[in-house]
């Protein structure tokens, strides 16, 4: 495995940008290429055999770019089990981390929400890890559907997404939730939004940063760490890149990124 050899980013959209962000910040010396799956997003409603396919595809695309590690920079994803999707490719595989120490450290109460697609939540991985690192714990699951499509199609800051988050909103409230973790990488980009919904008391998470941390930590532990350069992002989607593009420009540089169509 080359040290020089870029880091491959991978999500069913534009949700796995939120990550990207903290990988750049973390290891800003290191070739990134994402790849959205934006021809095929959202992979949340879909059925496990579906979601392996194109995972396993995109995979095979950026095995076919030599990267050194690949980070699923996506929950619905990670919940399939990072070694399953590993095929028989060489380089180490990081999933989403679960956030589990932030949540515990962060929640007073110990009531803890998850905002997360269907496919996560109905997975119950965030909310049995949580349990098994404290079983006092009380781990409120929510699914939020219409998120995805929302921040897909850039109804940022829009009526409908502010609908949506209070309708999701409605039960953890209820629930009496003081955390909330932001378990789909799509959601950080409205995390302003849920904050809003749900004022100061309720703290919410995004674990893009601890994954990005779990990525670094596997790159040293194998030796390949670049420890000099200026690193350069390559940002692919399978659909509508001038789309993908200005969505990017929310947490990314666009004039750092070359922006490209990729046919798995
Ligand atoms: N961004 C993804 C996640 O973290 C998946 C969204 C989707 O395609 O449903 O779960």
Request: aromatic fraction near 6%.
């Amino acid at each position: 495995m080359q040290k020089n050899a870029p880091v491959g980013v991978l999500d069913s959209g534009v949700g796995g940008l939120s990550v990207l962000k903290c990988l750049r910040a973390a290891l800003p010396q290191e070739d990134f290429i994402y790849v959205g799956d934006t021809a095929r997003t959202p992979y949340g409603p879909r059925s496990e055999a579906e979601v392996r396919r194109f995972v396993g595809e995109i995979i095979d695309y950026l095995a076919g770019r030599g990267v050194k590690l690949v980070v699923i920079a996506c929950n619905t994803l990670t919940v399939l089990g990072v070694e399953t999707l590993k095929g028989s490719h060489a380089f180490e595989i990081v999933g989403m981390s679960k956030g589990v120490q932030l949540v515990l450290s962060a929640s007073k109460k110990k009531k803890i929400g998850v905002f997360a697609t269907e496919f996560t939540i109905n997975s119950g991985a965030h909310k049995a890890a949580i349990l098994e690192a404290d079983a006092t714990a009380e781990v409120y699951p929510q699914a939020c559907p219409k998120f995805v499509p929302l921040i897909e199609g850039e109804q940022f800051g829009s009526g409908a997404v502010k609908e949506a988050v209070a309708e999701y909103a409605v039960p953890l409230k209820a629930d009496g939730i003081d955390t909330l973790i932001l378990s789909c990488t799509h959601y950080p980009f409205i995390q302003k939004e849920i904050e809003r919904e749900f004022g100061g008391e309720v703290t919410v998470i995004d674990p893009a940063d601890a994954t990005a941390q779990e990525a670094k930590a596997a790159l040293a532990a194998q030796g390949l760490l670049r420890s000099e350069g200026a690193g350069c992002l390559e940002v692919c989607f399978t659909a509508d890149v001038e789309r993908g593009a200005r969505i990017a420009g929310r947490v990314l540089p666009q004039d750092k990124c070359r922006f490209k169509e990729v046919k798995l």
